[in-house]
Protein backbone atom coordinates (compact mmCIF):
# COMPACT_ATOMS: atom_id res chain seq x y z
CA UNK A 1 0.00 0.00 0.00
CA UNK A 2 1.22 3.29 -0.75
CA UNK A 3 1.11 6.82 1.02
CA UNK A 4 1.56 10.07 -0.45
CA UNK A 5 1.99 13.43 0.58
CA UNK A 6 1.66 16.54 -2.05
CA UNK A 7 3.95 19.60 -2.71
CA UNK A 8 2.31 21.78 -0.21
CA UNK A 9 2.40 19.01 2.56
CA UNK A 10 5.70 18.22 1.63
CA UNK A 11 6.86 21.93 2.00
CA UNK A 12 5.15 22.38 5.08
CA UNK A 13 8.67 21.90 7.26
CA UNK A 14 6.79 21.12 10.45
CA UNK A 15 4.40 18.63 8.93
CA UNK A 16 6.98 17.18 6.31
CA UNK A 17 9.62 16.35 9.67
CA UNK A 18 6.60 14.81 11.98
CA UNK A 19 5.82 12.24 8.87
CA UNK A 20 8.13 9.49 9.38
CA UNK A 21 8.85 6.14 7.09
CA UNK A 22 10.40 3.15 7.46
CA UNK A 23 11.73 0.83 5.04
CA UNK A 24 12.76 -3.24 6.85
CA UNK A 25 14.92 -6.04 6.04
CA UNK A 26 13.78 -9.16 7.16
CA UNK A 27 16.36 -9.32 9.90
CA UNK A 28 15.62 -6.49 12.65
CA UNK A 29 17.44 -3.87 10.42
CA UNK A 30 15.94 -0.93 8.70
CA UNK A 31 15.98 2.20 7.03
CA UNK A 32 14.11 5.29 8.73
CA UNK A 33 13.55 9.03 7.73
CA UNK A 34 11.19 11.40 7.47
CA UNK A 35 9.27 13.05 4.51
CA UNK A 36 11.63 16.16 4.40
CA UNK A 37 14.78 14.39 4.56
CA UNK A 38 15.50 15.74 8.01
CA UNK A 39 16.79 13.46 10.45
CA UNK A 40 14.86 14.01 13.78
CA UNK A 41 15.75 11.22 15.48
CA UNK A 42 19.07 9.58 16.36
CA UNK A 43 17.67 6.11 14.90
CA UNK A 44 17.26 7.66 11.66
CA UNK A 45 19.05 6.39 8.56
CA UNK A 46 19.35 4.94 4.66
CA UNK A 47 21.15 2.35 6.67
CA UNK A 48 20.37 0.37 10.08
CA UNK A 49 22.26 -2.98 10.09
CA UNK A 50 21.57 -5.42 12.10
CA UNK A 51 24.92 -6.98 12.67
CA UNK A 52 23.56 -9.86 14.84
CA UNK A 53 20.15 -10.51 13.83
CA UNK A 54 17.87 -9.65 15.04
CA UNK A 55 19.89 -7.48 17.34
CA UNK A 56 23.25 -5.72 17.08
CA UNK A 57 21.47 -2.31 15.16
CA UNK A 58 24.13 -0.35 13.89
CA UNK A 59 23.60 3.17 11.89
CA UNK A 60 25.96 3.26 9.13
CA UNK A 61 24.66 5.13 6.59
CA UNK A 62 22.94 8.58 8.38
CA UNK A 63 21.93 10.53 5.16
CA UNK A 64 22.95 11.70 1.82
CA UNK A 65 23.80 15.45 0.88
CA UNK A 66 23.03 15.94 -2.29
CA UNK A 67 23.24 19.09 -4.92
CA UNK A 68 22.00 19.48 -8.44
CA UNK A 69 23.09 21.85 -11.54
CA UNK A 70 22.53 23.14 -14.55
CA UNK A 71 23.57 26.47 -15.95
CA UNK A 72 24.14 28.00 -12.52
CA UNK A 73 24.88 27.72 -8.98
CA UNK A 74 24.46 24.02 -7.14
CA UNK A 75 21.18 23.83 -5.48
CA UNK A 76 21.09 21.12 -2.43
CA UNK A 77 17.93 18.90 -2.79
CA UNK A 78 18.79 17.37 1.19
CA UNK A 79 18.01 19.23 4.20
CA UNK A 80 19.76 18.72 7.39
CA UNK A 81 18.91 20.24 10.53
CA UNK A 82 21.61 22.10 13.04
CA UNK A 83 20.96 24.05 15.81
CA UNK A 84 19.05 27.22 14.84
CA UNK A 85 19.50 26.30 10.68
CA UNK A 86 18.27 24.08 8.26
CA UNK A 87 20.89 23.76 5.55
CA UNK A 88 20.55 22.88 2.65
CA UNK A 89 16.77 23.64 2.65
CA UNK A 90 16.08 20.67 -0.13
CA UNK A 91 12.31 20.54 1.29
CA UNK A 92 11.06 24.03 -0.48
CA UNK A 93 12.15 22.00 -3.72
CA UNK A 94 10.17 18.90 -3.26
CA UNK A 95 7.06 18.16 -5.59
CA UNK A 96 5.82 15.32 -3.93
CA UNK A 97 6.59 12.06 -2.18
CA UNK A 98 5.05 8.73 -1.82
CA UNK A 99 6.06 5.47 0.19
CA UNK A 100 4.85 1.50 0.05
CA UNK A 101 7.87 -1.05 -0.39
CA UNK A 102 10.15 1.99 -1.35
CA UNK A 103 10.32 5.63 -0.38
CA UNK A 104 10.39 8.53 -3.24
CA UNK A 105 10.70 11.74 -3.16
CA UNK A 106 11.12 14.00 -6.65
CA UNK A 107 12.33 17.58 -6.55
CA UNK A 108 11.77 20.56 -9.14
CA UNK A 109 14.91 22.76 -8.66
CA UNK A 110 16.92 24.81 -10.87
CA UNK A 111 14.71 23.85 -14.43
CA UNK A 112 15.35 19.76 -13.71
CA UNK A 113 13.16 17.29 -12.12
CA UNK A 114 14.90 14.77 -9.53
CA UNK A 115 13.49 11.34 -8.28
CA UNK A 116 14.88 9.32 -5.60
CA UNK A 117 14.50 6.28 -4.16
CA UNK A 118 15.06 3.80 -1.40
CA UNK A 119 14.73 0.39 -1.28
CA UNK A 120 15.90 -2.38 0.71
CA UNK A 121 17.40 -6.08 -0.29
CA UNK A 122 15.09 -8.67 2.21
CA UNK A 123 18.09 -10.70 3.93
CA UNK A 124 20.76 -8.34 3.46
CA UNK A 125 21.83 -5.34 5.38
CA UNK A 126 21.98 -3.58 1.96
CA UNK A 127 19.85 -0.67 0.62
CA UNK A 128 20.00 0.96 -2.52
CA UNK A 129 19.28 4.61 -3.29
CA UNK A 130 19.14 6.10 -6.66
CA UNK A 131 18.59 9.04 -8.06
CA UNK A 132 16.75 9.47 -11.23
CA UNK A 133 16.77 12.32 -14.21
CA UNK A 134 13.17 12.22 -15.22
CA UNK A 135 12.68 15.83 -16.70
CA UNK A 136 14.46 17.05 -19.80
CA UNK A 137 17.43 19.03 -18.73
CA UNK A 138 19.92 17.44 -17.74
CA UNK A 139 22.36 18.19 -15.08
CA UNK A 140 24.99 17.60 -11.94
CA UNK A 141 24.19 15.17 -9.28
CA UNK A 142 26.58 15.58 -6.27
CA UNK A 143 26.41 13.61 -3.40
CA UNK A 144 27.90 13.22 0.26
CA UNK A 145 28.08 10.31 2.20
CA UNK A 146 27.63 11.05 5.85
CA UNK A 147 28.50 8.02 8.00
CA UNK A 148 29.26 6.83 11.48
CA UNK A 149 29.51 3.23 13.10
CA UNK A 150 26.98 3.25 16.22
CA UNK A 151 24.59 1.70 17.75
CA UNK A 152 21.52 3.29 16.87
CA UNK A 153 20.57 3.69 20.21
CA UNK A 154 24.04 6.30 20.56
CA UNK A 155 25.78 8.99 19.61
CA UNK A 156 28.50 9.77 17.73
CA UNK A 157 31.14 12.67 17.75
CA UNK A 158 34.07 13.27 15.83
CA UNK A 159 37.01 11.67 16.45
CA UNK A 160 40.73 11.48 14.80
CA UNK A 161 40.27 7.71 14.89
CA UNK A 162 37.55 7.44 13.10
CA UNK A 163 37.75 5.06 10.58
CA UNK A 164 40.15 2.73 11.82
CA UNK A 165 40.45 1.64 7.82
CA UNK A 166 39.25 3.90 4.65
CA UNK A 167 40.24 2.41 1.21
CA UNK A 168 38.68 3.47 -2.71
CA UNK A 169 39.00 0.15 -4.35
CA UNK A 170 37.56 0.69 -8.43
CA UNK A 171 33.25 1.26 -7.82
CA UNK A 172 33.79 1.73 -4.29
CA UNK A 173 34.71 3.31 -0.55
CA UNK A 174 34.93 1.13 2.21
CA UNK A 175 34.72 1.83 5.29
CA UNK A 176 35.76 -0.59 8.77
CA UNK A 177 35.64 0.72 11.66
CA UNK A 178 35.93 -2.54 14.88
CA UNK A 179 35.26 -5.06 13.05
CA UNK A 180 32.26 -3.73 10.52
CA UNK A 181 32.51 -2.73 6.99
CA UNK A 182 30.61 -0.51 5.45
CA UNK A 183 30.88 -0.93 1.52
CA UNK A 184 29.71 2.35 -0.64
CA UNK A 185 29.32 1.24 -4.50
CA UNK A 186 29.30 3.63 -6.59
CA UNK A 187 29.52 2.84 -10.41
CA UNK A 188 29.94 5.29 -12.91
CA UNK A 189 30.50 8.02 -10.31
CA UNK A 190 33.79 10.48 -10.10
CA UNK A 191 34.91 9.88 -6.80
CA UNK A 192 36.73 13.11 -5.04
CA UNK A 193 38.50 11.53 -2.44
CA UNK A 194 38.05 14.54 0.05
CA UNK A 195 37.26 13.38 4.23
CA UNK A 196 35.81 15.74 6.23
CA UNK A 197 33.23 15.90 9.46
CA UNK A 198 29.98 17.55 9.02
CA UNK A 199 29.22 18.66 13.06
CA UNK A 200 26.55 19.46 15.26
CA UNK A 201 23.73 17.83 13.39
CA UNK A 202 20.19 17.99 15.63
CA UNK A 203 17.73 15.45 16.56
CA UNK A 204 14.70 17.37 17.66
CA UNK A 205 12.70 14.20 18.49
CA UNK A 206 15.78 13.32 20.94
CA UNK A 207 15.53 17.07 22.25
CA UNK A 208 11.67 16.70 23.03
CA UNK A 209 12.61 13.36 24.94
CA UNK A 210 15.47 15.27 26.60
CA UNK A 211 18.08 13.42 25.45
CA UNK A 212 21.03 14.28 23.47
CA UNK A 213 20.33 15.69 20.62
CA UNK A 214 23.54 16.11 18.60
CA UNK A 215 25.94 14.51 16.70
CA UNK A 216 28.49 14.80 14.12
CA UNK A 217 29.26 12.37 10.70
CA UNK A 218 31.75 11.80 8.57
CA UNK A 219 32.24 12.31 5.06
CA UNK A 220 34.31 9.71 3.06
CA UNK A 221 34.08 11.23 -0.13
CA UNK A 222 32.26 13.11 -2.79
CA UNK A 223 30.29 11.62 -5.87
CA UNK A 224 29.43 13.26 -9.05
CA UNK A 225 27.32 12.01 -12.20
CA UNK A 226 26.08 13.64 -15.34
CA UNK A 227 22.62 12.68 -15.14
CA UNK A 228 20.66 13.02 -18.53
CA UNK A 229 17.35 12.66 -19.07
CA UNK A 230 16.15 9.12 -18.01
CA UNK A 231 19.46 8.83 -16.54
CA UNK A 232 19.95 6.83 -13.08
CA UNK A 233 22.82 7.47 -10.42
CA UNK A 234 22.49 4.04 -7.98
CA UNK A 235 24.33 4.25 -4.61
CA UNK A 236 24.63 1.01 -2.96
CA UNK A 237 24.90 0.83 0.93
CA UNK A 238 25.83 -2.46 2.19
CA UNK A 239 27.75 -4.46 5.22
CA UNK A 240 28.57 -6.89 2.14
CA UNK A 241 31.47 -6.50 -0.36
CA UNK A 242 29.00 -7.80 -3.33
CA UNK A 243 25.53 -6.60 -2.13
CA UNK A 244 22.52 -8.14 -4.07
CA UNK A 245 19.58 -6.41 -5.40
CA UNK A 246 16.55 -5.35 -4.53
CA UNK A 247 13.27 -7.42 -5.63
CA UNK A 248 10.54 -5.96 -6.78
CA UNK A 249 7.34 -6.33 -4.76
CA UNK A 250 4.43 -7.22 -5.77
CA UNK A 251 2.07 -3.67 -6.35
CA UNK A 252 -1.38 -3.66 -4.90
CA UNK A 253 -3.92 -1.71 -5.86
CA UNK A 254 -4.92 1.47 -2.97
CA UNK A 255 -8.21 0.02 -0.98
CA UNK A 256 -10.47 1.72 0.67
CA UNK A 257 -11.03 -1.52 3.08
CA UNK A 258 -8.84 -1.65 6.48
CA UNK A 259 -8.03 -5.15 5.84
CA UNK A 260 -5.44 -4.73 3.52
CA UNK A 261 -3.49 -1.80 5.16
CA UNK A 262 -3.29 -3.53 8.22
CA UNK A 263 -1.67 -6.52 6.61
CA UNK A 264 0.69 -4.78 5.04
CA UNK A 265 1.51 -3.04 7.86
CA UNK A 266 1.92 -5.91 9.98
CA UNK A 267 4.42 -7.45 7.25
CA UNK A 268 7.54 -5.44 8.50
CA UNK A 269 7.70 -6.65 11.88
CA UNK A 270 8.65 -10.90 10.94
CA UNK A 271 12.01 -11.65 11.33
CA UNK A 272 13.66 -14.52 10.13
CA UNK A 273 17.13 -15.08 10.90
CA UNK A 274 19.36 -17.88 11.67
CA UNK A 275 19.19 -17.13 15.09
CA UNK A 276 15.84 -17.40 15.47
CA UNK A 277 12.54 -16.74 13.89
CA UNK A 278 10.74 -13.46 15.94
CA UNK A 279 8.18 -10.36 15.77
CA UNK A 280 10.21 -6.78 16.37
CA UNK A 281 8.23 -5.63 19.10
CA UNK A 282 8.26 -1.95 17.44
CA UNK A 283 10.48 0.42 15.02
CA UNK A 284 13.04 1.83 15.78
CA UNK A 285 14.30 1.33 19.60
CA UNK A 286 12.71 -2.06 20.43
CA UNK A 287 13.65 -5.65 19.48
CA UNK A 288 11.64 -8.63 20.29
CA UNK A 289 10.08 -8.90 23.36
CA UNK A 290 7.98 -12.40 24.64
CA UNK A 291 4.89 -10.61 25.79
CA UNK A 292 5.00 -8.34 22.46
CA UNK A 293 5.21 -11.48 20.41
CA UNK A 294 2.96 -13.65 21.48
CA UNK A 295 0.00 -10.43 22.18
CA UNK A 296 0.63 -9.97 18.62
CA UNK A 297 1.47 -13.35 17.03
CA UNK A 298 -2.12 -14.03 15.82
CA UNK A 299 -3.00 -10.85 14.18
CA UNK A 300 0.55 -10.80 11.93
CA UNK A 301 1.05 -14.57 11.77
CA UNK A 302 -2.67 -15.77 11.19
CA UNK A 303 -4.90 -13.37 10.42
CA UNK A 304 -2.47 -10.93 8.43
CA UNK A 305 0.63 -13.77 7.56
CA UNK A 306 2.05 -17.53 7.63
CA UNK A 307 1.16 -19.93 9.69
CA UNK A 308 4.64 -21.13 9.31
CA UNK A 309 5.79 -18.41 10.76
CA UNK A 310 3.43 -18.95 13.93
CA UNK A 311 5.09 -22.16 14.44
CA UNK A 312 8.14 -21.09 13.68
CA UNK A 313 8.47 -18.45 16.70
CA UNK A 314 6.49 -20.86 19.08
CA UNK A 315 9.07 -23.04 18.43
CA UNK A 316 11.86 -20.25 19.18
CA UNK A 317 10.56 -19.33 22.58
CA UNK A 318 10.19 -22.81 23.61
CA UNK A 319 13.79 -23.65 23.37
CA UNK A 320 14.62 -20.32 25.29
CA UNK A 321 12.30 -21.65 28.41
CA UNK A 322 14.05 -21.42 32.00
CA UNK A 323 11.86 -22.54 34.87
CA UNK A 324 8.40 -22.68 33.28
CA UNK A 325 9.00 -18.90 31.59
CA UNK A 326 9.84 -17.62 27.93
CA UNK A 327 12.19 -15.01 28.01
CA UNK A 328 11.11 -11.61 28.50
CA UNK A 329 13.36 -9.83 25.84
CA UNK A 330 16.19 -10.62 23.85
CA UNK A 331 19.21 -8.41 24.82
CA UNK A 332 20.31 -5.65 22.28
CA UNK A 333 24.11 -7.01 22.01
CA UNK A 334 24.37 -10.45 23.43
CA UNK A 335 24.25 -11.86 27.06
CA UNK A 336 21.24 -14.54 28.40
CA UNK A 337 17.86 -13.50 27.39
CA UNK A 338 16.07 -11.14 30.06
CA UNK A 339 13.40 -13.51 32.31
CA UNK A 340 11.31 -10.71 34.18
CA UNK A 341 7.98 -11.25 33.21
CA UNK A 342 5.01 -12.75 34.72
CA UNK A 343 2.50 -12.07 31.68
CA UNK A 344 4.54 -13.24 28.25
CA UNK A 345 4.91 -17.08 29.24
CA UNK A 346 0.72 -17.07 29.42
CA UNK A 347 0.53 -15.04 26.16
CA UNK A 348 2.56 -17.60 24.98
CA UNK A 349 0.07 -20.90 25.74
CA UNK A 350 -2.48 -18.37 24.37
CA UNK A 351 -0.86 -17.95 21.19
CA UNK A 352 -0.14 -21.93 21.01
CA UNK A 353 -4.14 -22.46 21.27
CA UNK A 354 -4.62 -19.71 18.49
CA UNK A 355 -2.10 -21.40 16.57
CA UNK A 356 -3.39 -24.71 16.41
CA UNK A 357 -7.08 -24.25 16.66
CA UNK A 358 -6.74 -21.87 13.51
CA UNK A 359 -4.54 -25.37 11.79
CA UNK A 360 -4.09 -28.65 13.80
CA UNK A 361 -0.73 -29.70 13.57
CA UNK A 362 -0.25 -33.01 15.63
CA UNK A 363 3.66 -32.29 15.43
CA UNK A 364 3.55 -28.91 16.76
CA UNK A 365 1.10 -29.83 19.18
CA UNK A 366 3.10 -32.71 21.02
CA UNK A 367 5.76 -30.33 21.04
CA UNK A 368 3.81 -27.39 22.74
CA UNK A 369 2.27 -30.29 25.39
CA UNK A 370 5.97 -30.73 26.64
CA UNK A 371 6.42 -26.63 26.97
CA UNK A 372 3.01 -26.13 29.17
CA UNK A 373 3.50 -29.28 31.24
CA UNK A 374 6.42 -27.32 31.94
CA UNK A 375 4.61 -23.75 32.53
CA UNK A 376 2.23 -25.49 34.63
CA UNK A 377 4.29 -27.03 36.42
CA UNK A 378 6.88 -24.40 37.76
CA UNK A 379 3.97 -21.96 38.42
CA UNK A 380 2.40 -24.55 40.82
CA UNK A 381 5.79 -25.11 42.74
CA UNK A 382 6.92 -21.32 42.17
CA UNK A 383 9.52 -19.69 39.69
CA UNK A 384 11.43 -16.79 39.73
CA UNK A 385 10.45 -13.09 41.20
CA UNK A 386 7.87 -14.98 43.11
CA UNK A 387 5.94 -15.93 40.65
CA UNK A 388 3.78 -18.84 41.70
CA UNK A 389 -0.03 -20.23 42.83
CA UNK A 390 -1.45 -19.14 46.09
CA UNK A 391 -2.41 -22.51 47.22
CA UNK A 392 -5.31 -20.87 49.39
CA UNK A 393 -7.14 -19.97 46.40
CA UNK A 394 -5.49 -21.17 43.37
CA UNK A 395 -5.17 -17.83 41.96
CA UNK A 396 -1.61 -16.94 40.44
CA UNK A 397 0.57 -14.28 42.26
CA UNK A 398 3.84 -12.35 41.30
CA UNK A 399 6.23 -9.65 42.80
CA UNK A 400 9.79 -8.44 43.75
CA UNK A 401 10.92 -5.46 45.32
CA UNK A 402 12.47 -3.14 42.36
CA UNK A 403 11.02 -5.43 39.26
CA UNK A 404 8.09 -4.66 37.03
CA UNK A 405 6.57 -8.03 36.14
CA UNK A 406 3.25 -7.45 33.94
CA UNK A 407 2.87 -5.22 30.69
CA UNK A 408 2.63 -1.89 32.62
CA UNK A 409 6.45 -1.70 33.49
CA UNK A 410 7.81 1.45 32.78
CA UNK A 411 10.54 2.19 35.81
CA UNK A 412 11.89 5.44 36.71
CA UNK A 413 15.23 4.60 38.12
CA UNK A 414 14.60 2.80 41.28
CA UNK A 415 10.58 3.59 41.04
CA UNK A 416 8.41 1.61 39.50
CA UNK A 417 6.03 3.27 38.64
CA UNK A 418 2.78 0.75 38.29
CA UNK A 419 3.87 -2.25 40.31
CA UNK A 420 0.91 -4.54 40.42
CA UNK A 421 2.17 -6.73 42.88
CA UNK A 422 -0.31 -9.03 44.15
CA UNK A 423 -2.34 -11.02 41.95
CA UNK A 424 -3.26 -8.62 38.59
CA UNK A 425 -6.77 -9.34 37.03
CA UNK A 426 -5.41 -9.45 33.46
CA UNK A 427 -2.36 -12.09 35.00
CA UNK A 428 -5.07 -14.97 36.55
CA UNK A 429 -7.58 -14.42 33.69
CA UNK A 430 -4.35 -15.69 31.55
CA UNK A 431 -3.89 -18.33 34.09
CA UNK A 432 -7.24 -19.53 33.93
CA UNK A 433 -7.50 -19.52 30.27
CA UNK A 434 -3.35 -21.03 30.09
CA UNK A 435 -5.07 -24.11 32.34
CA UNK A 436 -8.15 -24.29 30.47
CA UNK A 437 -5.60 -24.63 26.55
CA UNK A 438 -3.94 -27.05 28.60
CA UNK A 439 -6.73 -29.12 29.09
CA UNK A 440 -7.52 -28.93 25.67
CA UNK A 441 -4.70 -29.84 24.51
CA UNK A 442 -4.39 -32.99 26.52
CA UNK A 443 -7.87 -34.20 25.05
CA UNK A 444 -6.91 -33.75 21.96
CA UNK A 445 -3.87 -35.32 22.71
CA UNK A 446 -5.31 -38.20 24.42
CA UNK A 447 -4.23 -37.51 27.32
CA UNK A 448 -6.18 -37.11 30.85
CA UNK A 449 -6.93 -33.43 30.97
CA UNK A 450 -8.25 -33.79 34.71
CA UNK A 451 -5.24 -32.07 36.78
CA UNK A 452 -5.40 -28.70 34.46
CA UNK A 453 -9.26 -28.93 34.93
CA UNK A 454 -8.72 -28.84 38.53
CA UNK A 455 -7.07 -26.34 38.82
CA UNK A 456 -8.81 -24.28 36.22
CA UNK A 457 -12.10 -24.64 38.33
CA UNK A 458 -10.71 -23.25 41.52
CA UNK A 459 -9.10 -20.37 39.66
CA UNK A 460 -12.12 -19.24 38.70
CA UNK A 461 -14.09 -19.85 41.06
CA UNK A 462 -11.86 -17.43 43.18
CA UNK A 463 -11.24 -14.97 40.09
CA UNK A 464 -15.26 -14.92 39.96
CA UNK A 465 -15.13 -14.45 44.07
CA UNK A 466 -12.16 -11.71 44.90
CA UNK A 467 -12.17 -9.24 41.93
CA UNK A 468 -15.46 -8.43 41.63
CA UNK A 469 -16.00 -4.77 43.36
CA UNK A 470 -20.06 -4.35 43.41
CA UNK A 471 -19.40 -0.76 44.80
CA UNK A 472 -16.93 0.10 41.85
CA UNK A 473 -19.20 -1.42 39.24
CA UNK A 474 -16.22 -3.05 37.73
CA UNK A 475 -13.20 -5.90 38.13
CA UNK A 476 -10.26 -4.88 41.31
CA UNK A 477 -7.11 -4.50 38.97
CA UNK A 478 -4.95 -6.58 41.75
CA UNK A 479 -6.47 -8.04 44.74
CA UNK A 480 -3.41 -9.15 48.08
CA UNK A 481 -2.94 -6.40 48.17
CA UNK A 482 -6.44 -4.89 46.62
CA UNK A 483 -6.56 -2.08 43.84
CA UNK A 484 -9.58 -0.40 42.65
CA UNK A 485 -7.85 1.84 40.35
CA UNK A 486 -9.95 1.29 37.04
CA UNK A 487 -7.76 0.22 34.21
CA UNK A 488 -7.70 -2.01 31.14
CA UNK A 489 -6.43 -4.92 32.38
CA UNK A 490 -9.80 -6.43 33.16
CA UNK A 491 -10.69 -6.25 29.57
CA UNK A 492 -7.71 -8.50 28.59
CA UNK A 493 -9.16 -11.08 30.74
CA UNK A 494 -12.76 -10.92 29.55
CA UNK A 495 -11.68 -11.07 25.53
CA UNK A 496 -9.52 -14.37 26.37
CA UNK A 497 -10.60 -17.78 24.46
CA UNK A 498 -11.37 -19.52 27.95
CA UNK A 499 -12.36 -16.32 30.21
CA UNK A 500 -12.88 -16.18 33.69
CA UNK A 501 -14.88 -12.58 33.23
CA UNK A 502 -18.41 -13.11 31.95
CA UNK A 503 -22.13 -12.76 32.81
CA UNK A 504 -23.65 -9.64 34.15
CA UNK A 505 -20.38 -8.94 36.03
CA UNK A 506 -18.61 -8.44 32.84
CA UNK A 507 -21.08 -6.46 30.98
CA UNK A 508 -20.96 -3.86 33.71
CA UNK A 509 -17.21 -3.74 33.96
CA UNK A 510 -17.19 -3.11 30.56
CA UNK A 511 -19.97 -0.55 30.15
CA UNK A 512 -17.56 1.37 32.56
CA UNK A 513 -14.81 1.24 30.61
CA UNK A 514 -16.56 2.55 27.67
CA UNK A 515 -17.83 5.61 29.88
CA UNK A 516 -14.21 6.36 31.19
CA UNK A 517 -11.43 4.95 29.42
CA UNK A 518 -12.82 4.56 25.47
CA UNK A 519 -11.43 6.45 23.17
CA UNK A 520 -11.06 6.70 19.45
CA UNK A 521 -7.54 5.96 19.45
CA UNK A 522 -7.38 2.88 22.00
CA UNK A 523 -8.19 2.80 26.16
CA UNK A 524 -6.77 4.99 28.59
CA UNK A 525 -4.47 3.06 31.20
CA UNK A 526 -5.86 4.60 33.94
CA UNK A 527 -9.27 6.66 35.12
CA UNK A 528 -9.43 10.70 34.04
CA UNK A 529 -10.52 10.95 37.58
CA UNK A 530 -8.19 8.85 39.23
CA UNK A 531 -5.62 11.11 41.06
CA UNK A 532 -2.16 10.01 39.67
CA UNK A 533 -4.00 10.06 35.71
CA UNK A 534 -1.82 11.64 33.08
CA UNK A 535 -3.84 12.99 30.13
CA UNK A 536 -0.70 14.01 27.93
CA UNK A 537 2.43 12.00 27.03
CA UNK A 538 5.00 14.51 26.56
CA UNK A 539 8.51 15.65 27.91
CA UNK A 540 11.78 14.42 29.08
CA UNK A 541 12.28 10.69 29.34
CA UNK A 542 11.04 10.51 33.26
CA UNK A 543 8.01 12.05 32.42
CA UNK A 544 7.42 9.85 29.81
CA UNK A 545 7.83 7.03 31.71
CA UNK A 546 5.92 8.24 34.49
CA UNK A 547 3.05 8.89 32.24
CA UNK A 548 3.37 5.79 30.03
CA UNK A 549 0.43 3.54 31.83
CA UNK A 550 -0.93 6.60 34.24
CA UNK A 551 -3.71 7.07 31.51
CA UNK A 552 -1.73 7.64 28.72
CA UNK A 553 -3.88 5.61 25.59
CA UNK A 554 -2.88 2.03 24.21
CA UNK A 555 -3.95 1.30 20.59
CA UNK A 556 -3.62 -2.28 21.05
CA UNK A 557 -6.26 -2.55 23.79
CA UNK A 558 -9.33 -1.44 21.35
CA UNK A 559 -8.82 -5.33 19.63
CA UNK A 560 -9.25 -6.91 23.27
CA UNK A 561 -11.82 -4.06 23.90
CA UNK A 562 -13.67 -5.30 20.32
CA UNK A 563 -13.45 -9.05 21.13
CA UNK A 564 -15.03 -7.89 24.77
CA UNK A 565 -17.82 -6.42 23.32
CA UNK A 566 -19.04 -8.76 20.98
CA UNK A 567 -18.41 -11.98 23.35
CA UNK A 568 -20.70 -10.43 26.01
CA UNK A 569 -23.36 -8.39 23.77
CA UNK A 570 -22.72 -10.09 20.50
CA UNK A 571 -22.86 -6.25 18.95
CA UNK A 572 -20.67 -6.81 15.77
CA UNK A 573 -22.43 -3.71 14.41
CA UNK A 574 -20.47 -1.39 16.92
CA UNK A 575 -17.37 -3.21 17.50
CA UNK A 576 -16.71 -2.14 13.36
CA UNK A 577 -17.77 1.19 14.31
CA UNK A 578 -15.00 1.24 16.68
CA UNK A 579 -12.33 -0.34 14.87
CA UNK A 580 -12.96 1.37 11.96
CA UNK A 581 -12.05 4.92 12.53
CA UNK A 582 -8.53 3.16 13.50
CA UNK A 583 -7.44 3.36 9.25
CA UNK A 584 -6.50 7.50 9.82
CA UNK A 585 -3.97 6.40 12.67
CA UNK A 586 -1.95 4.82 9.75
CA UNK A 587 -0.72 7.90 7.98
CA UNK A 588 -0.76 10.57 10.90
CA UNK A 589 2.69 9.67 12.48
CA UNK A 590 4.67 6.62 11.08
CA UNK A 591 3.26 6.15 7.83
CA UNK A 592 2.27 2.86 7.48
CA UNK A 593 2.09 1.81 11.17
CA UNK A 594 -0.10 2.61 14.55
CA UNK A 595 1.55 4.49 16.89
CA UNK A 596 2.56 3.02 20.29
CA UNK A 597 0.66 5.54 22.40
CA UNK A 598 -1.22 8.47 22.20
CA UNK A 599 -2.55 11.44 25.14
CA UNK A 600 -5.12 10.06 27.06
CA UNK A 601 -6.35 13.70 26.77
CA UNK A 602 -8.09 15.04 23.58
CA UNK A 603 -6.73 15.62 20.83
CA UNK A 604 -4.94 12.59 21.34
CA UNK A 605 -1.20 12.91 19.49
CA UNK A 606 0.49 9.88 18.43
CA UNK A 607 3.78 8.92 20.68
CA UNK A 608 6.23 6.82 21.72
CA UNK A 609 7.45 4.10 18.62
CA UNK A 610 6.09 4.75 15.69
CA UNK A 611 5.55 1.28 14.45
CA UNK A 612 4.37 -1.22 16.88
CA UNK A 613 3.67 -4.76 16.08
CA UNK A 614 0.67 -5.08 19.04
CA UNK A 615 -0.98 -1.68 18.05
CA UNK A 616 -1.82 -2.69 14.29
CA UNK A 617 -1.75 -7.01 15.37
CA UNK A 618 -4.81 -6.80 17.31
CA UNK A 619 -6.65 -3.92 15.60
CA UNK A 620 -6.36 -6.32 12.30
CA UNK A 621 -7.36 -9.03 14.41
CA UNK A 622 -10.40 -7.93 15.94
CA UNK A 623 -11.49 -6.31 12.31
CA UNK A 624 -11.48 -9.82 10.69
CA UNK A 625 -12.06 -12.19 13.92
CA UNK A 626 -14.74 -9.58 16.02
CA UNK A 627 -16.40 -7.31 13.22
CA UNK A 628 -16.45 -9.06 10.47
CA UNK A 629 -14.80 -6.73 8.29
CA UNK A 630 -12.18 -6.81 5.02
Request: with cysteine; net charge negative.
Amino acid sequence: MVYTLDAAACRNFELASNREWLLTNGLGGYAMGTVSCANTRRYHGHLVAAITPPTGRTLLLANLDAYIQTDGSPVGISTNQYPGALNPGGYLYLDSFSCGASVEWVWKAAGAIVRKRIEMVPGENTAAITFSNVGEQPFQLTLRPLVCHRSHHADFEASEAYPDHLVFPKGQTVLTHRGVSLHLVHEGAQRIPVQGWYYRFEHMRELERGLQARQDLYCPCELKWELLPGEDAVLVASTLEAPGTPTEAPSEAPSHLLAPWLRDACRRFVVRTPQRSTLIAGYPWFTDWGRDTMIALPGICLVGGDVEDARSILRAYASQMHQGLIPNRFVEHGGQPEYNTVDATLWFVNAIYKTLDREWDPDLAAEMMRAIRDVVDWHVRGTLFGIGVDPKDGLLRQGEVGVQLTWMDAKVGQWVVTPRHGKPVEVNGLWVNALRVAAWLAERLGEDPTPFATLADRAEASFRDRFWSESQGHYLDTVDPSDASLRPNQVLAMALPFSPATGEHAVRALQTVERELLTPYGLRTLGPKASGYHGRFEGPLSELDAAYHQGTVWPWLIGPYATALVKLTGDRLEARRVLKGTREMLSEYGLGGIAEVYDGDSPHRPGGCPWQAWSVAEILRAWIEDAGGE
